[in-house]
T-cell receptor, first 111, second 113 residues
Framework: DAKTTQPTSMDCAEGRAANLPCNHSTISGNEYVYWYRQIHSQGPQYIIHGLKNNETNEMASLIITEDRKSSTLILPHATLRDTAVYYCIVREETSGSRLTFGEGTQLTVNP | DAGITQSPRHKVTETGTPVTLRCHQTENHRYMYWYRQDPGHGLRLIHYSYGVKDTDKGEVSDGYSVSRSKTEDFLLTLESATSSQTSVYFC????????????FGPGTRLTVT
């Protein structure tokens, strides 16, 4: 699986958009980009994934650059409950393939 | 929570004792995983299973064994617990949503004294 690089920490004001970057310059053509988050002491929670196109769901938007070497997770209106560690993971979509977690980005949403 | 439970949720044990953690799912998914997470770090894969009696090692499997005799249960055993195995253990399943997504259990906090 391709390695990812994320900032160690970020801050965001409540109600503003949180934009979390991820670099994955060695991503291959059949690897997806996944985002998970982990709120303190809880199990990681799936947020969103994408292959080439931008994606949006009820939680977030995922913007993938045209060359697929980087992506941005956008939380459009961050709340205090969005404070968590956010993990960007790239992997092939083989059957049941496991996730390789890096250190992630600690997002702190401030009142 | 995708119907995943873990037991026990907390356990304190002494060095050298065997410990078994249980992961139970209610939806008969094929793939199950055990991860450990140490303070300030991401999750690391211990073992995984792709079906009944079909298991394989992850990146940190030394000192751990697993068994899966039923689809719904995946057991993680520490044969002889050591202080370095003090950690939070998470179980996960893979669910096909085109492609696969992983869903995690609530975790088991294990302390080896």
């Amino acid at each position: 699986d391709a390695k990812t690089t994320q900032p160690t920490s970020m801050d965001c004001a409540e109600g503003r958009a949180a934009n979390l970057p991820c670099n994955h310059s060695t991503i291959s053509g059949n690897e997806y980009v996944y985002w998970y988050r982990q709120i303190h002491s809880q199990g990681p929670q799936y947020i969103i994934h994408g292959l080439k196109n931008n994606e949006t769901n009820e939680m977030a938007s995922l913007i993938i650059t045209e060359d697929r070497k980087s992506s941005t997770l956008i939380l459009p209106h961050a709340t205090l409950r969005d404070t968590a560690v956010y993990y960007c993971i790239v992997r092939e979509e083989t059957s049941g393939s496991r996730l390789t977690f890096g250190e992630g980005t600690q997002l702190t949403v401030n009142p | 929570d995708a119907g995943i439970t873990q037991s026990p949720r907390h356990k304190v044990t002494e060095t050298g004792t065997p410990v078994t953690l249980r992961c139970h799912q209610t939806e008969n998914h094929r793939y199950m995983y055990w991860y450990r997470q140490d303070p300030g770090h991401g999750l690391r894969l211990i073992h995984y299973s792709y079906g009944v009696k079909d298991t394989d090692k992850g990146e940190v499997s030394d000192g751990y064994s697993v068994s899966r005799s039923k689809t719904e249960d995946f057991l993680l055993t520490l044969e002889s617990a050591t202080s370095s195995q003090t950690s939070v253990y998470f179980c996960a399943i893979s669910v096909w949503t085109g492609p696969y997504e992983q869903y995690f259990g609530p975790g088991t906090r294990l302390t080896v004294t």
